[in-house]
């Protein structure tokens, strides 16, 4: 049995991003994902007010190097205009090669 | 793009105790969290049976010492009368300030 | 206050396998597991196509010994048969004598 430590990306952002977040996601090398539907309240990006609402989480097992570019993906694209939470864990996978 | 290590606070808990988390996490200082309907099973609080049904699981990013101190409130108040799960990861995070 | 490291088990697989997981879970040790109703992706196990629906994940806070036993189980019961994806995190616990 070949354990692999990969990076687990969470992204937690309003439903009406989901397929456009995924889209990016596979053009950044995703080869899977997992959507929950959660619901939050946070104090992010441009709206003035709290949002309080529907929201999705997207998590992606995937490499080192294609983790620093979701986030910077993130960062230059939506951290300034959205809702957008991120964040990055290192997990202990079996056949990581199946997602790299 | 600033990544910052916070801590990802995880508690699993019946739904009903939902919206009391939620607002004792505000009052430690928790600047947003996500709420996701789960179902559950263990043997944990003062059931003397083990429990099986709706759950919500709240996840939280915030500092370590905000972590410490949720941890230590669902210890003094929960833990011997509810059935509640609780646990700590750290998260590399974009833009840490907004959760701090 | 004890906190004490624990491993966090995740298995995210079709939601047909939900219940016998469930029951190979407890039989290698696991006190507890939650699950949560996912929608996912992936190019993983003998389905020639990518599959896309309905999935469960399962966590499961463990000892490192079960952990280990959980991973081997798919690996040999279900890696090469089922579109089944798991990985493993410490996680810091209050209470871990509840969880071995």
Redesign the interface.
């Known amino acids: 049995?070949q354990?692999v430590a990969?990076k687990?990306v969470?992204i937690?952002a309003e439903a009406v991003l989901n397929d456009r977040l995924i889209r990016e996601l596979k053009g950044m090398g995703a080869?899977?994902?997992?959507?929950?539907?959660?619901?939050?309240?946070?104090?992010?990006g441009v709206r003035a007010s709290d949002w309080e609402g529907q929201?999705v989480?997207i998590e992606t097992?995937v490499s080192a190097v294609v983790a620093d570019n979701i986030?910077?993906h993130?960062?230059d694209h939506y951290?300034t205009l959205y809702a957008v939470?991120?964040?990055?864990?290192?997990?202990?996978?079996?056949?990581g090669d199946?997602y790299t």
């Open positions: 049995m354990i990969l687990l969470t937690i080869k899977g994902y997992t959507i929950t539907q959660v619901r939050g309240e946070g104090s992010r929201n989480k097992l986030l910077q993130l960062a951290f939470v991120a964040y990055v864990q290192t997990v202990e996978v079996v056949r199946k």
